[in-house]
């Protein structure tokens, strides 16, 4: 299975900030689209991605004067990206390796959409289901 049949199934619907916006709107962002991050764009190149994870470290390290900052101060500038046609094995394992929970996809030069793990996982279990229904099917003759 690849990236890009994840992204079919799921719609490339992104959810981005500006770098400027505070931390505080970032949270109320996230709550109101129902994720665990965002892509920081500034136009339409992606600087960065802000998860719920950078939001706890920010308050861990400057408390709560952190969400009146801009967003640029805590996200993730580092952007690993994955290509809709890379399998879903090779983005789970890049995935898992870096520690990653949300990896944006690029096609083209352009944000086509984001996967989650949980999306990975997801398409991973129903490869396996369909695997195995084959394998019945076959045995069973």
Known sequence: ML???ILKEKGGAVFSVAPDITLAAVCGRLESCRVGALMVCD??????VISER???RSIATDGAASLSRPVSD????????ADPGESVATVMGRM???RIRHLPVMKDGRLAGVIS???VVKSR???ATRDAESLRTYIAG
């Not at 136009?43 to 960065?48: A, C, F, H, R, S």
């Not at 805590?74 to 990206?81: E, G, K, L, N, P």
């Open 43 to 48: 136009k339409e190149q992606v600087v960065g």
């Open 96 to 98: 898992t390796d870096r």
């Open 54 to 56: 950078d939001i706890v």
């Open 117 to 119: 793990i949980g999306d």
């Open 74 to 81: 805590y996200m993730t500038r580092d952007v690993i990206f």
């Open 3 to 5: 990236v890009s049949e």
């Open 125 to 127: 279990v129903a490869e």
